[in-house]
């Protein structure tokens, strides 16, 4: 984690592999594509799915309820009905089975996604902290596999740019400090 960090801070902000990171509504995002936490049932959910969900309008809910069940690590696309993004992936997390979890089940699943989202045409994304809900993923291995997740996704050519959207404020200050930014003086929610 330590190399993969400290090739993020040397980086910068212009590859895709360096994910942007925002506090706020993840479904009020202007970007091409969303990435939505779902259970492998793929009906409908609470918190962010439950906002995504109904912004985009019942014909999301429809369109899921034709797609397969998924195990954990897959998705599946769906068009973004009534919201600005143009797609949703929607992504199942693997459950948090305590600290021998391995982080490659979770990051694999933002590679997944990120990997579907180009597919569709998207040259933007907006990704929530996977598994960090009702998968049960502890915050710091949850951290580690989204930067990891986003690194391995963006080494691809024609990767999307990828912004984190976190709506728990220590989420985003723990990135924050993992990504070593500036520490926000104010923390406004866009």
């Given amino acids: 984690m330590r190399k993969l960090l400290a090739a993020l801070r040397l980086s910068g902000r212009s590859s895709p592999a360096v994910p942007g990171l925002v506090l706020g509504d993840l479904a009020a995002q202007d970007v091409d594509c969303l990435v939505n936490s779902v259970d492998r049932s793929l009906l409908p959910g609470t918190g962010v799915d439950r906002r995504i969900r109904h912004a985009a309008g019942p014909a999301m809910d429809a369109a899921l309820a034709d797609a397969p069940r998924l195990r954990p690590g897959q998705c599946v ?88 959207v976190l709506n728990d404020r220590e989420a985003y200050l723990h990135l924050v400090g993992l990504l070593g930014l500036p520490w926000p003086e104010d923390i406004f929610v866009r």
């Fill in 77 to 164: 696309a769906t068009p973004g009905f009534g919201l600005s993004a143009a797609h949703v992936v929607h992504a199942v997390a693997p459950v948090w089975d305590g600290p021998g979890t391995p982080l490659g089940r979770l990051s694999g699943t933002y590679v997944a996604a990120l990997y579907l989202a180009g597919h569709v045409g998207a040259r933007s994304v907006a990704v929530p902290l996977l598994g960090a809900g009702a998968a049960g993923w502890d915050l710091e291995p949850a951290c580690e596999a989204a930067l990891e997740g986003v690194a391995q996704a963006g080494r691809r050519a024609g990767a999307p740019a990828v912004t984190l």
